[in-house]
């Protein structure tokens, strides 16, 4: 178990100032089995925050992970461009808050009287997002105030994710600019 990340953490979150871009730009995980891991906020296994630009997750087997906030499996918060996923099997992770398998979004600015940086652009495909859980929103893949990039979502298999709220398989809020396509979503679950 772990704040932040349980498993593996790349940065750290909510820092104001210029000390946010943690400067952990192009670092790939890679061919990795994440098993049965528990973070006690923003990520379950993999926690990718501000500054890690360039950043590549393939290959891995991310499973039975558990955060007590968000991104069960990984978690993108913060400003991180240019960032991709893929090829990784995402399933039986489970979030208390929000996307029980993948979390994007854009980090809390520390004035409330200012948007969202944003999370800045990442591409995810080739993924099989499997069997994971939400108790709010987005039981397999989750956009939560990632802002005007290009996402980019293709090629996934999102089956059998469940959440208590509201995109059983994927949820989108505050993500103006996702291209979603080719993908096979089918029997997820929202109560």
Same mark, same amino acid.
């Given at each position: 178990?772990?704040?932040?990340? +349980?498993?593996?953490?790349?940065?750290?979150?909510? @820092?104001?100032?210029?000390?946010?871009?943690?400067?952990? *730009?192009? @670092?790939?995980?890679?061919?990795?089995?994440?098993?049965?891991?528990?973070? /006690?906020?923003?990520?379950?296994?993999?926690?990718?925050?501000?500054? /890690?630009?360039?950043?590549?997750?393939?290959?891995?087997?991310?499973?039975?992970?558990?955060?007590?906030?968000?991104?069960?499996?990984?978690?993108?918060?913060?400003?991180?461009?240019?960032?991709? =996923?893929?090829?990784? $099997? %995402?399933?039986?992770?489970?979030?208390? *808050?929000?996307?029980?398998?993948?979390?994007?979004?854009?980090?809390?600015?520390? *004035?409330?009287?200012?948007?969202?940086?944003?999370?800045?652009? %990442?591409? =995810?495909?080739?993924?099989?997002?499997?069997?994971?859980?939400?108790?709010?929103?987005?039981?397999?893949? $989750?956009?939560?105030?990632?802002?005007?990039?290009?996402?980019?979502?293709?090629?996934? =298999?999102?089956?059998?994710?469940?959440?208590?709220?509201?995109?059983?398989?994927? +949820?989108?809020?505050?993500?103006?600019? %996702?291209?979603?396509?080719?993908? /096979? %979503?089918?029997?997820?679950? /929202?109560?």
């Amino acid at each position: 178990g772990g704040a932040y990340a +349980s498993a593996i953490r790349l940065g750290t979150p909510n @820092i104001a100032g210029p000390l946010n871009d943690s400067q952990n *730009d192009n @670092i790939r995980i890679a061919n990795n089995r994440v098993l049965a891991n528990g973070g /006690t906020n923003l990520a379950g296994a993999i926690g990718i925050f501000s500054g /890690t630009e360039g950043y590549e997750v393939a290959n891995n087997d991310i499973c039975g992970n558990f955060s007590a906030e968000y991104g069960g499996g990984i978690s993108h918060y913060g400003l991180s461009p240019n960032g991709s =996923i893929h090829h990784n $099997r %995402v399933y039986f992770n489970r979030s208390y *808050d929000e996307g029980g398998g993948i979390f994007i979004a854009g980090e809390l600015p520390a *004035d409330p009287n200012l948007l969202t940086p944003g999370a800045g652009p %990442v591409n =995810i495909y080739n993924n099989l997002i499997q069997n994971n859980l939400a108790n709010d929103d987005g039981g397999g893949l $989750r956009f939560l105030m990632a802002g005007n990039f290009q996402y980019n979502v293709y090629n996934n =298999i999102i089956v059998n994710n469940i959440s208590t709220h509201e995109g059983g398989g994927v +949820s989108l809020n505050d993500a103006p600019n %996702v291209r979603f396509f080719n993908n /096979t %979503v089918m029997k997820n679950i /929202t109560t």
